[in-house]
């Protein structure tokens, strides 16, 4: 981290062969002016091995050199996703294949509008292969050797946004591999056949995967094994780049996806940042929507799962998006339109929600591709534009000595934990393949928005982080390991408060429904039995149930239950049991038989919105900050040396006045200075609370000095 700025800020520059090579002095000596301090660049292999071992680094010796020259560093992006010509036609025998057997041919790059990529964010050669392999090795070597000491030189970016398409690969070599592994995990060939319920295998052979799926243990297995697969790659390139290089940053970043497409896509932000010195992630408004909570949602995520580490946002929207199906239909401006005031408030949120570097995907637009004109600050010739003074104006604050200890702030924990069950979404995959994992995702993003539009901080906490959280909720939990299941048992036997939405651990081990619900002994745990259940999606939109006269919005399924020690503490209108409240050890459990966050991200009723705050109240939970006006967010980052930061930011475009009162455990405080006052910004404190008034799309960060505990 040495070799990095205070806060590297800059962006992607060269995807061969945009921007054009008679700009490119003048754009690093505008950069450079401009506060940017580092770029990344697609390092294709398919660009630059024009032969075999014939390699052509012109351009990006080029690049390395004027970086070097404008004080600007360099992380590399590696991209052996981008295969040379004659490799894919030499070794076509070890393409990847779909599971409907077709094989795949190179193709354009969407982002990069050049020859040799495949489907997704994998190549089209296997490297499964060992001649794939060893020849994609021998690239990555040439390149590591030829750049690491290299005065520009900061990093590889091993893995450009972790994930990959859940069609491939099915060709011979992934299939001995998961063969193998296979019988790792079961010892033989017959205890395979019982797990699997195909008893009549006579050898290893006839073992293939799966090419329908659905909520079976062959297919389980399959989903688990291309993951472990394709990060069994990233792990390789790893290794072998810092066999070669041991002292440059080894990074990758994601697409903030573990709640929506890590079963369907492999986006396993948690997996992928434990691998690296340095995550990050993209994340852009034209493509996910212009609503805050995203935002959000996709910072949290990432700080999350880098458990500590340092993360920045890799890619962030900078310029428009034009004629792309995520944004047909959408109004202009839900992110189709970059305004000025947009960076503003999107780098804002990513600064306070713990990011600690910001990248464009552009620096300034592609020229040819469906993507041209797309994300760049920079106009489509490079020069300047309203929204590259902006982030200008943010590069060079960033980077100012005076906000040192403010970026070496991290955020605190939040005021509650959404717990994250990776097999869970795996089931809920392979259960529900019309949906394409839709009730998860509504049901875990339902449970965000239920705290954060009243401003309470929720936490993406993974299975296995829970024992640092107190409080955690639990969305659509319906599978659960036999394992997981203790592991739960046990933190709340130990202290933990936990509210579970309806059918916890329903189906358990391999997805075989248990014949005692709630499943693996959590009966115990919620003080309650099943008593009826009933799986109707398509006709649960409208189940309620009543909790303290409040009526809540359900859906998706639904159960009823029986106490057997614990306390009825609301019901549906039939009069049974929907909601039963329990104390197990020295914890305490909330069961709630159906989904009333998937009902809140439907239909953002008060009473669900309520029901959250009853949540809140039941669990003890006093939140950092307390807020008159949740169309505004505040968060609070704290130094290592206890020195307290207030983020407060507006994403509205009106000016926003409102009240802040912070949590008695922070004692008494004193407000100032401020870090970032943003446009006619203004604030007053009155003992515990803070009035204060912040332009639209804009932000207002305050030092905090405590001066009694």
Not at 30 to 41: F, K, L, Q
Not at 61 to 84: F, Q
Not at 651 to 678: M, N
């Amino acid at each position: 981290m040495d070799k990095l700025p205070q806060l590297p800020y800059g962006a992607v520059y060269f995807r061969k062969s945009n921007p054009p090579r008679e700009d490119w002095e003048r754009d690093y000596a505008v950069a450079e002016e401009d506060g940017m301090n580092i770029n990344r660049h697609w390092f294709m292999w398919g660009a630059i091995e024009v032969a075999q071992g014939v390699y052509d680094w012109e351009d990006y010796d080029r690049h390395m050199d004027l970086a070097a020259k404008h004080g600007i560093k360099t992380i590399i992006a590696e991209m052996i996703i981008s295969v040379p010509e004659w490799a894919a036609h030499e070794y076509a025998h070890a393409v990847h294949v779909r599971a409907d057997g077709t094989p795949l041919r190179t193709q354009m790059g969407v982002s990069s509008a050049s020859g040799g990529f495949g489907e997704g964010s994998q190549g089209v050669l296997n490297l499964d292969c060992p001649e794939v392999k060893e020849l994609a090795g021998k690239f990555l070597t040439e390149l590591a050797l030829r750049y690491k000491d290299h005065p520009a030189m900061a990093g590889y970016d091993v893995w450009n946004e972790c994930n990959y398409s859940p069609n491939v690969c099915h060709s011979p070599y992934t299939q001995a591999k998961f063969r193998i592994w296979l019988n790792q995990k079961y010892g033989s060939l017959h205890a395979l056949s019982q797990a699997w319920h195909r008893y009549s295998y006579t050898s290893w052979e006839q073992v293939r995967a799966p090419q329908q799926l659905g909520p079976y243990p062959e297919c389980i297995d399959w989903v688990q094994f291309t993951k472990i697969n394709f990060y069994e790659h990233m792990q390789w390139r790893i290794d072998l780049i810092r066999s070669v290089d041991d002292h440059n940053l080894i990074t990758a970043h994601g697409i903030a996806g573990s709640i929506n497409v890590m079963a369907s896509m492999g986006a396993d932000d948690w997996l992928a940042a434990s691998k690296v010195d340095l995550y990050g992630y993209t994340w852009v408004a034209s493509r996910k929507g212009n609503q805050p909570w995203k935002q959000w949602h996709a910072v949290d995520v990432t700080r999350a799962a880098s458990r500590g580490k340092t993360f920045w946002h890799a890619e962030t929207q900078g310029g428009p998006l034009w004629l792309q199906p995520q944004v047909i239909g959408r109004a202009k401006e839900d992110g189709r339109v970059t305004e000025p005031a947009d960076i503003r408030i999107w780098q804002m949120i990513t600064l306070a929600g713990g990011a600690r570097g910001v990248l464009f995907p552009r620096w300034r637009p592609l020229l040819d591709g469906p993507l041209f004109g797309a994300f760049g600050p920079y106009a489509m010739d490079g020069s300047r534009t309203p929204r590259s003074d902006m982030a200008s104006s943010i590069a060079k604050w960033a980077n100012d000595p005076g906000q040192r200890e403010l970026l070496e702030s991290a955020p605190i924990q939040g005021d509650i934990g959404i717990l994250v069950v990776p097999d869970t979404q795996v089931f809920d995959y392979l259960l529900n393949r019309e949906g394409k994992n839709a009730f998860y995702e509504q049901a875990m993003w339902g449970a965000y928005q239920g705290f954060f539009d009243q401003g309470v901080q929720a936490d993406w906490v993974h299975m296995d982080d829970i024992k640092q959280y107190r409080v955690l909720y639990w969305p659509y939990p319906i599978m659960i390991g036999s394992q997981e299941g203790e592991a739960l048992r046990q933190w709340v036997a130990e202290g933990g408060t936990l509210i579970s939405e309806g059918c916890p651990a329903y189906f358990g081990d391999r997805g075989k429904v248990g014949t005692r619900q709630p499943n693996h002994g959590l009966d115990q745990v919620f003080g309650a039995v099943e008593s009826n259940v009933e799986f109707m999606p398509d006709i649960s939109g409208e189940l309620r149930f009543e909790l303290d006269g409040i009526q809540v919005r359900g859906g998706i399924y639904n159960q009823s239950y029986k106490a057997e020690g614990g306390q009825v503490a609301g019901h549906y209108a039939d009069g049974t049991a929907a909601v039963v409240q329990h104390t197990y050890g020295q914890g305490k459990t909330m069961l709630v038989g159906t989904f009333p966050s998937a009902g809140y991200y439907h239909a953002h009723e008060d009473g669900n919105l309520a029901y959250f705050a009853k949540v809140l109240e039941w669990a003890g939970v006093n939140p950092h900050i307390k807020l008159s006006d949740s169309s505004v967010q505040a968060r609070i980052s704290r130094q290592a040396n206890g020195a307290l930061f207030i983020w407060i930011l507006n994403p509205e475009r009106e000016p926003k006045s409102v009240e802040l009162e912070l949590s008695s455990e922070y004692g008494a405080w004193q407000a100032g200075p401020a870090y970032w006052d943003g446009v006619d910004s203004q604030w007053n404190q009155d003992g515990s609370k803070l009035q204060v008034t912040v332009a639209g799309r804009d932000a207002l960060i305050i030092g905090l000095k405590v001066t009694q505990v």
